[in-house]
């Protein structure tokens, strides 16, 4: 089984971005996206926080994480009523990300 991020490192930021936004990012993702700025910096030739680079890299609009807390809400919702437990926000991140950004590899959209 190969990891998801071998070939494709920034996915990992693109994944993290997500699950930050729907307010589901462990400590230790989020400590590594901020150790990893400086090399985010330079790779990618822009300044901010890791979640400002990921935004700036992918181009999301202003609205881009209202609208996935949207999506998220509303999923959680309906997959709570058809299961009777809350959906996993990992899976959640997971399927959001390569459902919209298939082809993010090294960054942005490809």
């Given at each position: 089984m190969t990891d998801r991020?071998?070939?494709?490192?920034f996915l990992r930021f693109v994944d993290a971005w997500v699950l930050k936004t729907i307010g589901?990012?462990?400590?230790?993702?989020e400590a590594y996206c901020k150790a990893m700025?400086?090399?985010?910096?330079q790779?990618?030739?822009l300044k901010g926080s890791?979640?400002?680079?990921?935004?700036?890299?992918?181009k999301f609009p202003a609205d881009f994480g209202?609208?996935?807390?949207?999506?998220?809400?509303?999923?959680?919702?309906r997959f709570t009523a058809a299961n009777g437990r809350p959906a996993?926000?990992?899976?959640?991140?997971l399927h959001f990300v390569d459902r919209n950004f298939a082809r993010v590899g090294t960054g942005g959209k490809e």
């Open positions: 991020y071998d070939d494709k490192p589901h990012l462990d400590a230790a993702t700025v400086p090399q985010l910096e790779s990618f030739g890791w979640v400002q680079i990921v935004e700036q890299q992918m209202a609208q996935v807390r949207k999506v998220w809400a509303e999923g959680n919702d996993d926000p990992v899976q959640f991140a």
